[in-house]
């Protein structure tokens, strides 16, 4: 306990007694606690995460400058926006028709995103497949659908609405069609691309012709059709707000609408704040799989 | 008279447009033999390979592989590419694996094959590992060992060393030879490079641009290993380069 300076060092503070020995320990832990705070500020600063964060901070201090002092401007500050989130969220603030219905809504939402998803790959990677294969498919398919391709979801709308009718189905068909694309157009770039060597090796190995689709095509053109889904689902979550115009009672693209209606802006932010989130936190979750899926691909292992 | 391996009867191939990449080439392979082709580009080497392959039909005359015309690729024939065309998918043991596999062999004796040429090549380490992460000279070995584990008794190698670096070429070519020795394999390899094609070959077939045709047949009756600067060497490298050039000569002319 008595035996010099270092000791006491390892010991930490708390076991000092001697006021003599505890004061050179105190400047070196002093020295090395700052050596610590300027690597740990370092790795705040400079890391992946750090750097990603950076942007959206610059423009939510922009956003507070813009509407500091102007309390009844049109566009609401930071802190408005954030309290109406909380009362999307728990309640108890506002007490309103939109309080506590941010689960409801994105929980109808996500549904529908994922749901119109699903239906959309369940068509477009079969139909891709077959168009990228089969010349009598492509050629009988291929020229109507890049015809329809550039019309926009939102110029669907009017005719879903008669189609469909008002409400979710609607929405479903929308959002379903703004994901199908991105899926067909991907698939059928990837089934037409599979290095032609990779055929003449499995047929020099004794795959016979029929047998090609199911060993070479198919495990080829996964990392292609993985990036379709990808991207569709990317769509899907772009076009909820329009397909949520159709007259649907929950949802977030519903709740932006009702918003709007009502000049709730701080609401139209919050749920376009929500919407990023959750797709943004959809395609993290659609990578992370894909790196575990498709570990032998250099693209996304 | 015994039925040789593998016979080439007068096979030419005209591409529609009047293009022809080879012209009434004979060649005749014997189990067990070690052949080189060599020529320039545009010599029809890797037409009439790809024409015993299966990959290619020839316009004119027959390609007999153990007494039955080739119509098509089969596992008779295993290929081995310059750009090794492994299947990115699967691991060094499932490219591997896949021939025996595909060809309906019972799963325990798959694995068992496939562990035989792993050891073979000298792959233990890297058995689970995907193409993409292998260096050229090791892809190269996955596709050799793909070949040997399907039981071809043919390999049809196209510049297979052709992308890799001078010591893995000389390496490879080194194990390659001993697995020859130690296998029944017959093998007719492609090539640019005359050292390769001596140092490999029983025989080699010198063939020549505009049209594509066999112009010689050389055997090699050098002792194995052999040495590449010995003065024997030499002697047929000189004698063959001269053949190759003679070509150039009248080209030019």
Known sequence: ?301 | MVEPLLRVSNASKTYPGGIQALRGANLIIERGEFVCLIGASGCGKSTLLRMIAGFEHQTEGDVVMRGKPVTGPGPDRGMVFQDYGLFPWLTVRGNIAFGPAERGKKKADVARIAERFIAMMGLERFADVYPHQLSGGMKQRVAIARVLANDAHLALMDEPFGALDAMTRERLQDELLAIWRATELSVVFVTHSLEEAIFLADRVVVMSPGPGRIVAEEPIVLQRPRDVSSPEFNAIRRRLAALLHADHVKEAA
């Not at chain 1, 398919?141 to 015809?147: C, M």
């Not at chain 1, 977030?252 to 701080?266: C, V, Y």
């Not at chain 1, 609401?267 to 943004?280: D, E, P, R, Y």
């Open chain 1, 1 to 301: 306990m008595v035996d010099g300076a270092t000791d006491s060092l390892s010991r930490g503070a708390g076991e000092g007694g001697v006021r003599v020995q505890r004061a050179a320990p105190i400047t070196l832990t002093r020295v090395a606690s700052l050596r610590d705070l300027s690597r740990v500020a370092r790795e705040v600063c400079c890391g992946r995460h750090a750097r990603a964060c950076l942007v959206p901070l610059l423009l939510l201090v922009l956003w507070w400058l813009g509407t500091r002092g102007n309390p009844d401007g049109l566009i609401p500050p930071p802190a408005a926006v954030g309290v109406a989130l909380w009362d999307l969220a728990f309640g108890g603030i506002n007490d309103d028709a939109f309080s506590q219905m941010l689960l409801t809504d994105l929980i109808a939402s996500a549904s529908r995103v994922y749901g119109a998803f699903l239906l959309a790959a369940a068509v477009a990677l079969p139909l891709g497949m077959l168009i990228g294969r089969l010349p009598i498919v492509r050629d009988l398919l291929e020229p109507s659908l890049q015809l329809l391709r550039p019309v926009p979801v939102t110029a669907w709308l009017p005719l879903s609405m008669i189609i469909f009718g008002l409400g979710p189905r609607s929405a479903f068909f929308l959002v379903a069609l703004g994901a199908f694309y991105p899926i067909l157009v991907n698939t059928v770039f990837a089934v037409r691309s599979v290095e032609p060597r990779l055929f003449e090796a499995a047929q020099m190995l004794g795959v016979s012709p029929a047998r090609l689709f199911p060993k070479v095509v198919l495990p080829a053109s996964l990392p292609g059709m993985f990036t379709g889904l990808r991207v569709g689902l990317g769509f899907a979550w772009v076009v909820i707000v329009v397909g949520e115009m159709t007259g649907v009672q929950t949802g977030l693209g519903a709740m932006i609408m009702d918003a709007r209606q009502l000049s709730r802006t701080e609401i139209v932010i919050s749920g376009m704040a929500v919407i990023g989130l959750a797709g943004f936190l959809s395609d993290l979750a659609i990578q992370l799989l894909g790196r575990r899926l498709l570990a032998w691909s250099p693209l996304h292992g």
